[in-house]
């Protein structure tokens, strides 16, 4: 589905939103690891002082590993977060550029910047990478006086699809059919599949 390319303005607040949910769960991860290792780590001295070793570590031990668990999953889950933040901004500048191309039909990086609120620099990575990437989408051109223009290679159709739609046949049986069967009823004096005398 296209978007109206100022539906942008909302992606960086979504993205923003989810990268300092992956910073913050991150950062409770360490502090997790940090704070229950140290806990693990005294606990297992102090019991092998008042008791013995195997007590030390049969105290330690499983406050360790849930403190391990615990932190691994902080840790990855706050990566996955940011990860899926950049994507999900990404995706959302790459539709509002299409909406754009199919819109204004050609874009310099610096009018894409200005309309997406982005840098000129990262608005001219993004176009140049589409242009890469999807050349059938996204074309290229330079002008007399060298500024790089993209355009929209195809036009978009409404149901977001890019190039020809797709021909579908609404009745299951073919022209060739239909006259043979008109045919075969005009010879044997049926007409709608009723004999005629």
Known sequence: MLLPYPVIEKAP????ASKLGGVVAGAL???????GLSASLGLGLLFRVIWSLG?????SLPL????????????VGGKALQRSATETERGMRERAIYSMLSEKGRVS???????????VGEADAQ???L??????RVAVDVDEEGTIWYRAAAVPFPQGTWGPPARVRVDERSAAEEEAEAAEEASSGRVGGKTVL
Do not use: C, E, H, Y
């Open 64 to 75: 360790a590993l849930v403190t391990l668990g615990m932190a691994i999953s902080l840790l």
């Open 29 to 35: 991860g360490w502090l997790v690891l940090l704070f």
């Open 127 to 129: 176009l140049t990478a």
């Open 131 to 136: 242009a890469k990437g999807q050349p059938d």
């Open 13 to 16: 607040v979504i993205a923003k």
């Open 109 to 119: 990086a610096a009018q894409a910047a200005r309309l997406l609120g982005i840098g």
């Open 55 to 59: 007590v030390g570590l049969a105290f």
